[in-house]
């Protein structure tokens, strides 16, 4: 928000702690209307703020195994979600045929 005088003007990118927002002093407070607030906004993540990587990738790509499974009784199908899972097979060395 160039220039209202929230975030520093320097030839330096901000830091994430100078762009940071509080609801009701930066934005309620001037934007001329009461908007409708469902439910309570939820926090950020606190990985944002941490200098090591966020660990995304888990995040994004691992879908857990109750997520997994989805039952439609209207058209009686049952849905697996294999997106991203690999299965293999734990192979043993058998007596000979």
Known sequence: MPGCGHVPMTDDPP?????????GKDVLAHIGFEPIIRGE????DARIFAAEP??????????????RFAYDAGRNMF?????????????????PC
């Open 15 to 23: 830091l994430v702690a100078d762009v940071l927002l509080h609801l």
């Open 41 to 44: 906004p939820k926090l950020m």
């Open 54 to 67: 966020m660990g995304l990738k888990d995040d994004l790509l691992t879908v857990p195994l109750e997520a």
């Open 79 to 95: 849905f697996l979600n294999m997106e991203g899972m690999s299965l293999g097979s734990k192979v043993t060395q058998g007596p």
